[in-house]
């Protein structure tokens, strides 16, 4: 019996130690058209399954903003993650909570030295502007490095290279649509093999994968939209797989919103051979700053443009059925509804 449980906690001593040394690349990034906050990232780090997956990286307060934490990183609890969201919370800028974390580092892994450590912060200013900041300490396992925009922080250690960072950001930046599609975009950037080095011999960018959004009303526990794919086989991509249970959503999502009784909006004609009108019904009421969004069920994204005025026309480039949803300026959903494309 002694003998057992002494194996027992050997395994989860080295299982700890292998996440400490966790290689990771993420994004954290807000959307300051909707109040959004999302995450997404990946990892290679044997038996991370066991505890949830790579999301545990990432903690957000809805509305206001969000942090990765990664790198020799001490769970259970996640002590530096956890600091920094209470710091976000009484008020600190990305920056001012990036400046905090380095003065009171209190992980023991590595000896509460912070250069060790890995952190991506995005939030919303009190007058609502976006704000990032990224920190990289020098003593992270090469190749270590971040990338930093207006709304976004792109970060990950023991990669294969700079490429992967500057992927992620270019197909973040390149994406259209929301900011579930473009995180998404970023994930896909980085489905490089090796990405995460310690996959190179596998064959893949890592072994786990998320992607997680909030809207400004969501609970801190009820995400609007999360996937996580804790843990994939050698061999197989957790990418692909992430991918797969986004496509789903996008699916699923647009189906179950599709509500066209009541609706403010008209389409016609519809079905359509591929240019349609969209019609605001009344126009004493339109509003200013409304977007809208197509779709195509087939699961790609197409386009989200200003819906400036109150007839719109579109063509549909692709046959196949579509929903159309139209956002106010503050994110709410004011219309869904289906169109189809025929020959």
Not at 110 to 124: C, I, L, S, T
Not at 165 to 187: N, P, Q, R
């Amino acid at each position: 019996m002694k003998k057992q449980i002494t194996f027992i906690l050997v395994a989860i001593a080295l299982a700890l130690n292998s996440l400490s040394a966790q290689d990771t690349f993420s994004i954290i990034a807000v959307d300051p058209e909707t109040g959004e906050v999302g995450s997404a990232g990946a990892t290679c780090v044997p038996g991370i399954g066991a505890l949830g997956g790579v999301i545990l990286l990432n903690s957000i307060i809805p509305g206001r903003g969000g942090v990765n934490a990664q790198a020799w990183i001490c769970i259970d609890p996640h002590i530096n993650l956890d600091n920094a969201i209470e710091q976000m919370d009484m008020g600190l800028s990305p920056q001012e909570v990036l400046d905090w974390l380095y003065d009171n580092d209190a992980c023991f892994s590595q000896n509460f030295n912070p250069e060790y450590r890995q952190y991506g912060v995005a939030d919303f200013s009190p007058e609502g502007e976006p704000r990032a900041a990224a920190f990289t300490g020098v003593s992270t396992d090469d190749w270590k490095g971040h990338r930093v925009g207006s709304n976004y922080a792109i970060q990950g250690n023991i990669l294969k290279g700079p490429e992967v960072v500057d992927s992620m950001e270019a197909h973040f930046l390149a994406a259209e649509g929301s900011l579930a599609f473009k995180l998404m975009a970023a994930m896909q950037g980085a489905n490089i093999v090796g990405a995460d080095a310690r996959c190179t011999a596998a064959g893949t960018s890592s072994t786990s994968a998320f992607l997680r959004v909030f809207k400004p009303d969501d609970a801190p526990d009820a995400p609007y939209l999360e996937l996580n794919v804790a843990e994939t086989p050698t061999g197989q991509e957790p990418i692909d797989s992430l991918q797969t249970l986004f496509d789903a959503w996008v699916v699923s999502s647009a189906s179950e919103l599709a509500s066209p009784d009541h609706s403010p909006i008209h389409i016609s004609p519809n079905p359509s051979n591929g240019q349609i009108r969209v019609t605001w019904l009344n126009p004493s009421n339109f509003r200013e700053g409304m977007l809208l969004q197509l779709i195509h069920l087939g699961g790609s994204y197409l386009k989200r443009i200003p819906y400036n005025q109150p007839n719109l026309e579109l063509v549909l480039e692709q046959e196949g059925v579509f929903i159309i949803q139209l956002f106010d300026r503050e994110g709410h959903t004011l219309a869904t509804e289906k169109v189809i494309h025929v020959k």
